[in-house]
């Protein structure tokens, strides 16, 4: 199994950029498709971005697109999020999570799931 420990995230205002990290520990990383999800509160999880095992293949959800980035070095087993352009609206906890297939996509259907770090954008 997977050990997913997110960080970076923070209190940023609008218009700004974090970048979110993802540390896997366990298996070999580069065995996992991954993901980046968010639950803003009274909200329910949403999708936000994916990425394949060796990092070629990204999607997005569209409120993210050309403004969130996606990657992965399966060398240092870490999968990043650079958001830009912050919004308000993207304020949540954003959750990293990982299943041992070749790609999951925008479904939750990830085995392994991260903590959590909370970004929180002002207007």
């Known amino acids: 199994q997977v050990q997913l420990v997110e960080s970076g995230g923070g209190l940023v205002q609008a218009g700004g950029s974090l970048r979110l990290s993802c540390a896997a520990s366990?298996?070999?990383?580069?065995?996992?498709?991954m993901g980046w999800f968010r639950q803003a509160p009274g909200k329910e999880r949403e999708f936000v971005a994916a990425?394949?095992?060796?990092?070629?293949?990204?999607y997005y959800t569209n409120s993210v697109k050309g403004r969130f980035t996606i990657s992965r070095d399966n060398a240092k087993n870490t999968m990043y999020l650079q958001m830009n352009v912050l919004k308000p609206e993207d304020t949540a906890v954003y959750y990293c999570?990982?299943?041992?297939?070749?790609?999951?996509?925008?479904?939750?259907?990830?085995?392994?799931w991260g903590q959590g770090t909370q970004v929180t954008v002002s207007s």
């Open positions: 999570a990982a299943d041992e297939t070749p790609w999951v996509g925008a479904n939750n259907e990830y085995h392994y």
């Open positions: 366990g298996r070999t990383f580069s065995s996992y498709a």
């Open positions: 990425i394949d095992r060796s990092g070629v293949t990204t």
